[in-house]
């Protein structure tokens, strides 16, 4: 069980685009579509953001986005807002019946 | 309102055990899969365990295989963790956390404030 590999750090200004990526293998992230993302503001427990790739929960803006291809999924943050600012984490089922996270990214917005 | 208040976080000795609890509310408890979340001082998140809505179901971080217990009584809508042998890399802040659906695949829709543990001579 290995982590999810994710850039340590990404930053974007006010209404920029920025994407993070999550890289994992052919046993999780390729291999199955429950891929997530969370949101950890500091001191605040994490909150669903994206589930099974590109789903978003209720109550989620549609400023959210998910992707994968291969062994590679990504968030995608569209129209970055100050309180965007945060830790992501990204989640997958690696199967029997085990999941992994990704070692987080800190979104700063600019 | 779902709710999941977890407890039994404290400051231990390394080699003792600790048995944390989950106590859910505001939903049918028995539907769904429940996961144990930590998070170190500082650091990410880490999963370590999961168990389907029936319990037949269960999975461990290989950090913590053969130490701790996932276990769950829908009659009481209540999560445990029973750890044994704790070690100062368990240190950290344990969160309960809901599955989406009843299997343990699926993403975490509702988390609680955490219990802190704290392995410690």
């Known amino acids: 069980q290995s982590a999810l590999t994710q850039p340590p750090s990404a930053s974007g200004s006010p209404g920029q685009s920025v994407t993070i990526s999550c890289t994992g293998t052919?046993?999780?992230?390729?291999?199955?579509?429950?891929v997530s993302w969370y949101q950890q503001h500091p001191g605040r427990a994490p909150k669903l953001t994206i589930y099974e790739v590109s789903e978003r929960p209720s109550g989620v803006p549609d400023r959210f986005s998910g992707s994968k291809s291969g062994n590679t999924a990504s968030l995608t943050v569209s129209g970055l807002q100050a309180e965007d600012e945060a830790d992501y984490y990204c989640?997958?089922?690696?199967?029997?019946?085990?999941?992994?996270f990704g070692g987080g990214t800190k979104l700063t917005v600019l | 309102e779902v709710q999941l208040v977890e407890s039994g976080g404290g400051l231990v000795q390394p080699g003792r055990s600790l048995r944390l609890s989950c106590a859910a509310s505001?939903?049918?408890?028995?539907?769904?899969?429940m996961h144990w979340v930590r998070q170190a001082p500082g650091k990410g998140l880490e999963w370590v365990s999961g168990i389907n809505w029936n319990s037949d179901r269960i999975g461990y971080a290989d950090s913590v295989k053969g130490r701790f217990t996932i276990s769950r009584d829908n009659a009481k809508n209540s999560l445990y963790l029973q750890m044994n042998s704790l070690r100062a890399e368990d240190t950290a802040l344990y969160y309960c956390?809901?599955?989406?659906?009843?299997?343990?695949?699926?993403?975490?829709?509702?988390w609680g404030q955490g219990t802190l543990v704290t392995v410690s001579s």
């Open positions: 505001g939903f049918t408890f028995d539907d769904y899969a």
């Open positions: 956390a809901r599955g989406r659906g009843s299997g343990i695949a699926a993403a975490d829709d509702y």
């Open positions: 052919s046993s999780d992230v390729g291999n199955y579509k429950y």
């Open positions: 989640s997958s089922y690696a199967g029997s019946n085990n999941m992994l």
